[in-house]
């Protein structure tokens, strides 16, 4: 059943419009972000899709085919409730205080993004509804506005202290390239990924919890990093500082890694460019080591995951990616070998870990009514 098909069974008519918008991975540059840094994430094929009704009321009734049940609530009297629907409450709240006027709709939502597994279902969600309120109310925003909306929705309804690298690769993000971003001044520079590179994605099974004290201590680290440095953000430090080796441990470690990452994230800016995907492997392996020794964000599961990738004779390089302390990590092969690595690894992790690995790349399951590229 498509979800035009699910919408009409659900909500007694057809709806007026469909929207979505991709999830991400992050090919490299973690942790950087929230100092003010170089990411350089890619879109996924696996996409959220959201169908619309426009109501004569100002009631909105949502559902998810992930979250099933009717969510309803009046538009200007949306309140946090902790549920997925406050990411519904967070665009018509920002919405409106844009003095957009909307009228109440009938929302179904529908995802191949896992949920919660690090590969930005959040703004993938988030976008896919600005999209097709954009259509439905014939709003003017371009795709860094609609970025932008989505991130101040996130951040300031819902409450998650996520950074804008998540909605801007989601507006802006496709397949074929990657999107260099400097988080602090939001350029965006589009990377067209050379057609020999392969990405293969793996998710490890190990669940993580960014809410959780790990990743709020790491942030808190490489403030306080900054502060000692005399800097607004790690951002303004100089990878050749000598005032980073004097920093107390682990903020020695903790700086280390995000100015060195920064850079890694320009020199694989680079070599993607120039279509150097050995140097590009090289890159990823220094910014797995990194992150395992200096940042200390990676899992056993996942560093078993990086030396299974390196047995494999295609592939170039390998890394964790994303916030860490569990989720996803990502090896660089040449496009023919994606699917031979991606199962290969995934049949010797299987059999040494405890974990249920998902391959996220190369997407082996497309269905066969979904639309390619539904955009608006
Ligand atoms: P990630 O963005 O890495 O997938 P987040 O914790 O940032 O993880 O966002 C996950 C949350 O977003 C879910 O708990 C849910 O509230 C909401 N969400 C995302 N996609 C959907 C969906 N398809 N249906 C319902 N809620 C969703
Ligand atoms: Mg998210």
């Known amino acids: 059943m498509t979800e ?5 069974e659900l909500f ?25 840094g170089y990411v350089l994430p890619t879109a996924l094929p696996q996409r959220t899709y959201v169908q619309l009704a426009l109501r004569p009321d100002r009631r ?15 538009l200007g009297a949306e309140r946090r409730s902790g549920e997925w629907i406050d990411y519904v409450q967070a665009i018509t709240a920002t919405l409106a205080a844009t003095d957009r006027s909307l009228s109440g709709f009938d929302l179904y939502v529908d995802s191949d993004v896992p949920v919660g597994g690090g590969l930005s279902s959040s703004a993938a969600l988030e976008v896919a509804l600005l999209r097709g309120l954009r259509r439905a109310f014939s709003l003017t925003y371009d795709d860094d506005l609609l970025a932008a909306l989505a991130h101040r929705a996130e951040t300031e309804f819902v409450g998650a202290p996520v950074g804008i690298m998540d909605p801007l690769v989601c507006s802006k ?25 392969g990405l293969v994605v793996i998710d490890s099974g190990v669940a993580h ?42 903020l020695r470690r903790r700086a280390r890694h995000v100015v060195h990452e920064n850079l890694r994230v320009l020199a694989a800016t680079t070599a993607l460019t120039g279509g150097d995907l050995p140097a590009l492997g090289r890159i990823f392996d220094a910014s797995h080591r990194s992150l395992r ?8 599961a996942i560093d078993l995951l990086v030396e299974l990738a390196h047995r494999h004779p295609a592939v170039l390089g390998a890394r964790i990616t994303g916030g860490g302390f569990g989720g996803a990590m990502i090896i660089l092969t040449n496009r023919a070998s994606t699917a031979a690595v991606a199962l290969d690894v995934v049949a010797a992790y299987s059999a040494m870990a405890p974990h249920a690995p998902m391959i996220v790349l190369p997407w082996l399951h497309r269905p066969a009514n979904r639309p390619m590229n539904l955009e608006s």
């Open 293 to 300: 020794d200096d940042f200390e964000v990676s899992v056993p």
């Open 209 to 250: 919890d960014h809410a959780t004290g790990d990743y709020r201590t790491r942030r808190a680290e490489c403030d306080r990093a900054a502060a000692l440095l005399g800097v607004p953000q790690l951002r303004d430090v100089e990878a050749g500082d000598p005032r980073i080796d004097e920093l107390p441990e682990p």
């Open 60 to 74: 909105v009734r949502a559902t998810s085919a992930q979250r099933p049940g009717i969510r309803e609530y009046e």
């Open 12 to 36: 007694g008519r057809p709806s007026d419009l469909g929207a979505s918008a991709p999830g991400r991975v992050n090919l490299i540059g973690d942790h950087t972000d929230y100092n003010g």
């Open 173 to 197: 993000g496709d397949e074929g390239s990657a999107l260099f971003v400097d988080t602090r001044s939001r350029v965006v520079e589009r990377i067209a990924l050379p057609p020999d590179l």
């Open 4 to 8: 035009r098909d699910a919408f009409t």
